[in-house]
């Protein structure tokens, strides 16, 4: 038996060419409105009937929304590139090794070719791999709104799963990434091997001196209703004398954090092992990485 063929809703096109025009739409329509840049979620949820946009604002039109570049010490990403893009970039590479890497586990590359980092974010699931990597990074996202422009942590714009601090009338302008020195890791759990929605993962973030973390952060996806920050591990980590057992101790520390769901893919109890697992093999990794 065929799969029967359901027509996407009717709604209203726009195709700006300016921020400006984007967040005009955006107040005029409302509730009703909705960006598309990759549209790798929307076209799929607008099929299945999840979301029903009365107007669809499509953002691949605006400049100001598709770049790469360094801004002092600041590495800025524009919330309409693509994922393989942001990728392959050299100074991304350079810059947050850890964001390039995560990436590389997200889907495949027929679907980082259309799909942004914007649209990763702002679909705010809480196995969104670009979202540990970044928070690990200390990144933040700017917002373009009717009253300006505003600067929010990551770690503070995820509220639950599908839900951000970002209002209806606003869009994600750009991804901020404040450069240092250090090493980092990322590591993915799925189902099986390859391109596959995460059971858990983690980022760390290390910077290192004599033997030491002078600063460490610790992100994880698809272990809590959003990614989440490890500020316990992070709090017992820092200024400490490297070693396994105290990596290894400190990494329990994750499961007091954690607030897994069960689903097709995994236990609760799994994925709050495995948070800790994946913890200490990513804290092990930085600390062994070379300069």
């Known amino acids: 038996m065929e799969a029967e063929i359901r027509p ?5 096109y726009f195709a700006p060419s300016t921020l400006g025009d984007v967040v005009k739409l955006l107040k005029e329509h409302g509730d009703g409105a909705r960006l598309l840049a990759g549209g790798t979620d929307l ?9 029903s946009p009365s107007a669809i604002v499509d953002l ?35 810059k947050a090794l850890v964001l390039a890497e995560a990436i590389g586990f997200l889907a495949c590359h027929p679907i980082r070719n259309r799909a942004t980092i914007g649209g990763n974010l702002c679909n705010a699931s809480p196995a969104a791999d ?7 990074l200390d990144a933040s996202v700017k917002l373009q709104g009717p009253d300006g422009e505003k600067l929010v942590l990551l770690s503070e714009f995820f509220t639950g799963p599908g839900k951000t601090v970002r209002r209806p009338d606003e869009v994600l302008r750009e ?24 059971i858990a993962s ?18 994880l996806g698809a272990v809590a209703p959003t990614p989440i920050r490890s500020q316990k591990v992070e709090e017992a980590l820092k200024g400490k004398e490297i070693s396994e057992e105290l990596i290894e101790k400190t990494a329990e520390l994750v499961k007091e954090e954690v607030n897994p769901i069960t689903d097709i893919r995994a236990s609760a109890a ?13 804290l092990i990794k930085i600390a062994m990485r070379e300069e």
Do not use: H
Not at 202 to 219: N, S
């Open 8 to 12: 996407l809703p009717r709604f209203e």
């Open 43 to 51: 076209l799929q949820n607008m099929k299945k009937r999840i979301t």
């Open 60 to 94: 691949n039109k605006v400049p100001e929304l598709a770049f790469i570049e360094m801004r002092g010490n600041e590495l800025c990403i524009g919330a309409t590139m693509r994922l393989n893009e942001i990728k392959e970039a050299q100074v991304v590479q350079e």
């Open 130 to 136: 670009t979202a540990p990597p970044l928070l690990a």
């Open 175 to 198: 991804v901020i990434i404040p450069c240092r020195e250090g090493r980092s890791a990322f590591l993915k759990l799925g189902r099986r091997k390859g391109f596959t929605l995460s």
């Open 202 to 219: 983690v980022a760390a973030f290390g910077a290192i001196t004599d033997g030491k973390f002078d600063e460490v952060r610790v992100a």
């Open 270 to 282: 799994y994925r709050r092992e495995m948070a800790c697992v994946l913890t200490k093999r990513a």
